[in-house]
């Protein structure tokens, strides 16, 4: 049975990914009526809630995907599921969307001395491979859906953090790698747990010993996690 889901995002991420995603181990086409996603791994399904299942988690890690190529932070959705009969009829699925998100989006353009505008060109990047890696290693894969689900608060960074911290080994492992010094990493955990540093944003209730005496801002964790997350990938 062949199957499509009409998928919604900023306009420029589903371009980005309609360009990058044309295999038959994932497709992402825009037609008429929007965008639709159509996967191998679709084969086989009978149910749409299985194929509406396996489009989430896909969409959960290209998400992931388009926050770490992209700098996208709008997450994927999808509405309808539709069955492709062998005789190219289709039947359709309707899932009724809570909401529907439109957005501008501006083009970054250089210009040069003589007044020529030249767009600001996106380096290629292997962004199936991501995804594929996301697949095969529940660690990525966690860290994708995180990632892509908006993780931008001190529990959301956090998490991400330890899924980084416990795939490559400790804290000692990632100052061995060179990714961040002992003193940024021990400074953004006690200033996540601290409620006396960042209030009711704190990962603890409590506080067991004194809040930091420089605590880390919430711009300068996202920072860091960020890079954490980018090295430990291309490291994968």
Do not use: C
């Amino acid at each position: 049975m062949n199957w499509k889901v009409l998928i919604h995002g900023k306009r420029s991420d589903l371009e980005y990914l309609a360009r990058h995603f044309q295999t038959p181990k994932l497709k992402i086409e825009a037609e008429s009526e929007g965008y639709f996603l159509s996967s191998e791994r679709f084969a086989g399904m009978t149910a749409r809630d299985a194929v509406r299942e396996e489009t989430g988690r896909l969409l959960a890690i290209l998400s992931g995907v388009l926050g770490v190529r992209r700098n996208s932070r709008t997450q994927l959705t999808s509405e309808h599921v539709i069955l492709v009969e062998p005789d190219g009829s289709e039947k359709v699925f309707v899932n009724l969307m809570d909401s529907v998100n439109v957005e501008t989006e501006m083009e970054a353009v250089v210009v040069h001395r003589d007044g020529a505008d030249v767009p600001v060109q996106t380096p290629s990047q292997p962004t199936d491979n991501l995804l594929d890696l996301g697949l095969r290693d529940a660690n990525v894969e966690k860290a994708l859906r995180l990632f892509g689900a908006g993780s931008s608060d001190w529990v959301g960074l956090y998490r991400l953090f330890e899924v980084i911290e416990a795939d490559v080994g400790g804290l000692s492992s990632i100052v061995g790698l060179g990714w961040a010094t002992n003193g940024e990493l021990r400074r953004f955990k006690h200033t996540a747990n601290s409620p006396g540093a960042v209030g009711d944003q704190a990962r603890h209730g409590s506080e067991s010993t004194l809040p930091p005496k420089d605590p880390m801002s919430l711009a300068d964790a996202r920072l860091l996690v960020e890079q954490l997350l980018r090295r430990w990938l291309e490291s994968k």
